[in-house]
């Protein structure tokens, strides 16, 4: 797909009413329907933006096929149903590309097409703000965006992440800045350039993503030096940049930058502190503390989640608290310290146990049970308990949310370094041969570097089943991956 022009949402022909989708609502209104959809949603730490004039958009064959986050959405709703079986067209026939030779069947709407050599995706449009989960230029970003990812596309992901109408060149000048002050329009690609990062992240790992997003977070701060004429507009710009500066820390972080995660994640800290922002400051201290446990300094790890804990409390997140509850665990079990460990994990464990909320931050959509089962994995791997690790990593890949696949190869490499250092070798190969059959989608150094010490534990027990196919799969990985 080196060009592409985008048609319009709207077909020439009249839209042919979606039955199929009315059916499955059956005697509820639009509107009780619209509140189904959005509590599935939450259940499944997606965002969407359903009301009954987006149901009565779809059963009125308006929306040919859904973006990417309602169709996780809808297959979650209905589970042994194709989209197809809902009523909708395939993907690639509401995206204007063009024909297809004779023979080459579309893909099923909602099956990602399969990036070629050199295919850097279609121009991004511009983002409707108004209502961002519906348009059909959502449906092209989204698929650009992945495209991009995979083929490493610099420019079009830089682009594609950079909030609309702003000058994201590294090399831009004070001159070539906003010169206007910003709205609320700035705002919304400010915070919606967070989510694409968080999504791609989830989906792809950090390695391929960070090279790109320095230059969206120079354009959030460029923003912020612009000003605004309304102070509800100023904090949304404050909390989007300290976000936006949370998530490229981490990108830096996952793909083994330490020392330039450090920096985001101080300046998020900064920014939150000079507006006064709790939420902000708790979510620095957060990755801070995580941050610290990966770098080998496990009392900063705990002192930072200590800190997270008391600005975070009054917010009134339990999720919130048992996922700091956990950052502390893990600089426990840094300091070999087991009856700290164990008793800021209780801690984990009894918040999560208390559900979600409103109050629950936009940020903490991965924090289900497959991320605490993940967490409390490391903090038995850290001290020496392999077993009761495995066990926890194990649980952790069954239960993720299987669009999420850089966690399941986290979850999954986890397991197969407790399952190696627990004396397990036949185990071990296999839970990293599934690693390996993932890594054409992720790229992560944090999954890479748990291979390679997996790989190196391994080495004595080549005559082990399956340990010579691992270990010659994982040497003839190309350099980097």
């Known amino acids: 797909m080196a ?34 959809v959005r509590r ?24 040919r096929c859904p973006n990417y986050a309602y169709e996780r959405v809808f297959l979650y709703m209905f589970p042994g149903r194709t989209l197809a079986d809902l009523g909708f067209a395939p993907r690639s026939s509401v995206r204007g590309r063009g024909a297809r030779p004779a023979g080459d069947a579309s893909p099923p709407c909602g099956t990602d097409p399969v ?11 511009p983002y409707d703000t108004q209502d961002p989960y519906e348009t059909h230029e959502n449906h092209e970003e989204s698929d650009v965006l992945r495209r991009a990812f995979m083929t490493g596309g610099g420019a079009t992901v830089a682009a594609a992440l950079g909030p609309f109408g702003l000058p994201i060149d590294a090399a831009a000048t004070p001159a070539d800045r906003p010169q206007r002050r910003a709205g609320s329009t700035e705002a919304t690609a400010l915070e919606e350039a967070v989510r694409r990062i968080r999504l791609l992240d989830d989906r792809h790992g950090a390695d391929g993503l960070y090279r790109r997003a320095a230059a969206p977070l120079r354009a959030a701060y460029a923003l912020l030096d612009a000003g605004a004429t309304r102070q509800a507009t100023v904090d949304r710009l404050h909390s989007g940049a300290g976000e936006l500066a949370i998530s490229v820390g981490w990108l830096a972080h996952d793909s083994g930058r330490f020392d330039d995660a450090r920096s985001h994640y101080a300046e998020a800290l900064a920014t939150a502190r000079v507006t006064g922002d709790p939420a902000l400051e708790a979510h620095a201290f ?36 048992s996922l700091l509850a956990l950052r502390e665990a893990g600089g426990w079990a840094g300091l070999a310290d087991r009856t700290g460990c164990e008793q800021a994990l209780a801690r984990a464990h009894a918040l999560f146990a208390r559900g979600r909320s409103d109050a629950d931050p936009e940020w903490m ?15 038995w791997s850290t001290l020496g308990d392999w077993p ?10 069954e239960v993720q949310d299987p669009h999420f696949t850089r966690n399941i190869a986290l979850y999954t ?12 070798p036949d185990e071990a190969a296999q839970a990293g041969l599934r690693v390996l059959e993932l890594l054409d989608q992720v790229q992560s150094s944090r999954i890479q570097t748990m291979l390679a010490g997996t790989a190196r534990v391994l080495l004595p027990h080549r005559r082990a089943l399956g340990v010579s196919e691992f270990l010659e799969r994982h040497a003839s990985l190309p350099r980097g991956v």
């Open 3 to 36: 060009s592409s022009t985008v048609t319009s949402s709207q077909p020439d022909r009249p839209p042919r009413p979606n039955l199929a989708f009315r059916r499955l609502r059956g005697r509820r209104s639009p509107a009780e329907f619209a509140a189904l």
């Open 40 to 63: 599935a949603a939450r259940e499944i730490g997606e965002r969407v933006s359903c009301d009954a004039r987006y149901v009565g958009r779809v059963e009125a064959g308006e929306i």
């Open 115 to 125: 990036p070629t050599a050199g295919d850097t995706g279609a121009a991004v449009k």
């Open 286 to 321: 957060c990755n801070t503390a995580f941050l610290a446990r990966d770098a080998g300094r496990p009392r900063e790890a705990v002192r930072a989640a200590q800190a997270a804990q008391r600005v975070g409390r009054p917010l009134g997140s339990a999720r919130l608290m």
């Open 365 to 379: 959509t991965f924090y289900g049970e497959a991320e605490l089962e993940g967490l409390e994995a490391q903090c």
């Open 388 to 397: 009761r690790a495995a066990r926890h990593a194990r649980r952790a890949a």
């Open 413 to 424: 490499a986890e397991l197969a370094d407790d399952l190696a250092r627990g004396g397990r």
